[in-house]
């Protein structure tokens, strides 16, 4: 009878550590899945931030003869089609940012709140000093972080 208890004690206890871990293992699985939501929450932020408000591909995606987005080459650059009419100091072409290649995170997200370049210069017309928000800007660097992957 002393026997059977022990089992049962022993039963009961393993059955709750199984428990736990799967539990645990669910529980981590649940984090993991919010974690990667709200990296898909603010790349697509990113994305909509780049594409609908900044325009970004206007300048940094080339264009092909009948003046449409070159998609294979989204975002890689691009020499630029216009230029002002006075003379002044002007870009003659927009440098990729698909991948921020060029720049880290924090790099890119001082630049983008700031207006100023890793290297303290500030960039030439026709690129606008955007001013975005910290939230705003984590959003822009995760999206370009996907672009050209």
């Known amino acids: 009878m002393k026997n059977n208890i022990t089992s049962l004690i022993v039963a009961g206890s393993m059955l709750a550590c199984v428990v736990l871990l799967a539990f645990n293992v669910r529980a981590g699985e649940t984090a993991l899945a919010n974690k990667e939501s709200e990296h898909g929450l603010l790349v697509e932020r990113g994305r909509y931030l780049v594409n609908s408000v900044g325009l970004c591909a206007d300048c940094h995606t080339p264009r092909n003869e009948r003046g449409e987005f070159v998609q294979e080459l989204w975002l890689e650059g691009a020499p630029l089609g216009f230029a002002p ?13 698909a ?6 995170d924090e790099q890119a997200k001082t630049f983008l709140m700031t ?8 960039p ?10 910290e939230p705003d800007a984590e959003a822009v660097v995760a999206y370009l972080r996907t672009v050209g992957k």
């Open 85 to 97: 009419t006075v003379p002044m100091p002007w870009a003659p072409a927009a440098p990729p940012i």
């Open 99 to 104: 991948g921020l290649k060029a720049m880290t």
């Open 115 to 122: 207006g100023v370049r890793p290297n303290g210069t500030k």
């Open 124 to 133: 030439l017309p026709p690129m606008p000093e955007y001013r975005f928000s």
